[in-house]
């Protein structure tokens, strides 16, 4: 079955997808990677969504009107990619309300009615609120998909998603949660500063000095503090946080980007560290970034890094092959979610279908989900 996964992160600059054509055999299903793409926001568009985000306040005029705009721009991308059974689609999340450490709620836009009238071909989408209906987090769903990635692999293992806000996943036991920030407050601090989306291949970053007092600061959020399962998003870690917290000390860029980068480095390998991993394998747009992964790896010692490309996963695709994944896995009425990974009740099976052109037609349920999911490119 080709599904087509498409989603926009917490860095919110463009749509990634993966077209995945999924084969199942004894237990474990195979994943070939038939055409990957990342599609920019329109600036008008994201300068929309920017506008939308924590801090900010909009009324329900500009919620349809992004509503709209987001589902045109999906459909958009998935028109530009090879033709699929299926499509799933995470949207744009907005807000992800989180209370006292549990999510109350979590909005997610890109109506997908213009996907799926556009393409003709049903359309899984809305897939974070089940599980946060049933008292999960709704995060990080790609942990359905690390699991059965990772098992197999020798040693104590875990996957470490470098987008806006950093995720892990532990193999044994199943455990995951958002760590904190990866590049959110970095790319603020560059778009604050230089009017630029973010610090190319690390540079400014590279040129500054970590400030010890700032990072310790930093360091003393009570996030940190808070046991897993746990989620976050800019609903915390926004630019209005930076301001306050880093605006006394008066620092320059370079050296608040360094100081940024130390944080995601050691929010990250803290929790590498209490998990005693051998390997974590590494996705994400934090992968490229040199002067966060020398961070990350002079706090983790002992431990490998390891490129998701190495196990057949290209980097900058990752969530959406792992929402490609997860609609497979609605397809065939299978649960999307680990509740030791989201804290929710129980397994639950994900999303909304939304039909394409002619009746709804799923593959026959299957009972048992992959024990394995093996990747390679098409």
């Avoid at 400030?211 to 915390?236: C, F, I, Q």
């Avoid at 009425?333 to 279908?353: E, M």
Wanted: charged share 20%.
């Amino acid at each position: 079955m080709r599904v087509l996964g498409l989603i926009s992160g917490t860095s919110h600059d463009g749509i990634d997808s993966a077209l995945v054509d999924w084969t199942m055999a004894d237990g474990v299903l195979t994943g070939v990677i038939e055409h990957t793409a990342a599609q920019p926001y329109a600036p008008e568009l994201r300068a929309g969504v920017v506008a939308a985000l924590p801090p900010n306040r909009i009324d329900m005029a500009e919620v349809c009107r992004l509503d709209t705009l987001i589902g045109q721009a999906f459909a958009g991308a998935a028109e530009e990619c090879p033709a699929a059974d299926l499509i799933c689609s995470h949207g744009q999340t907005l807000y992800h309300w989180v209370e006292d450490g549990r999510v109350r709620g979590t909005l997610q836009l890109g109506q997908p009615a213009w996907i799926a009238e556009r393409l003709g071909v049903p359309v899984v989408s809305d897939l974070r609120v089940r599980d946060v209906s049933a008292g999960g987090h709704g995060a990080p769903l790609v942990s359905a998909f690390d699991l059965p990635l990772l098992a197999g692999l020798p040693g104590r293992n875990g996957a470490l998603n470098l987008g806006g806000i950093a995720n892990l996943t532990v193999l044994d036991p199943a455990v995951a949660y958002d760590t904190g920030p990866a590049s959110a407050l970095l790319d603020a601090a560059v778009l604050a500063a230089t009017g630029r989306p973010y610090d190319e291949d690390g540079r400014l970053a590279a040129a500054g000095t970590a400030h010890e007092a700032l990072l310790a600061e930093l360091l003393a959020d009570p996030y940190y503090r808070g046991a897993p399962p746990k989620s976050t998003g800019k609903e915390l870690f926004h630019a209005g946080y930076l301001a306050r917290v880093a605006a006394p000390y008066g620092l320059g860029l370079e050296d608040l980007l360094a100081t940024l980068a130390a944080l995601t480095g050691e929010t990250a390998a803290a929790e590498i560290r209490r998990h005693r991993l051998d390997t974590v394998v590494v996705s994400g747009g934090g992968l490229r970034n040199p002067v966060l992964m020398g961070e990350l790896e002079r706090r983790a010692p002992g431990t490998r890094f390891l490129a998701s490309d190495e196990l057949g996963v290209p980097s900058d695709a990752k969530e959406a092959i792992a929402f490609s994944y997860l609609g497979w896995l609605t397809a065939h009425g299978l649960p999307g979610t680990v509740p030791g990974c989201t804290g929710a009740s129980g397994a639950r099976l994900l999303g909304t279908v939304t039909p394409g052109e002619g009746p709804l037609r799923l593959p026959a349920p299957l009972t048992d989900p992959p024990e394995h999911v093996r990747m390679r490119l098409g």
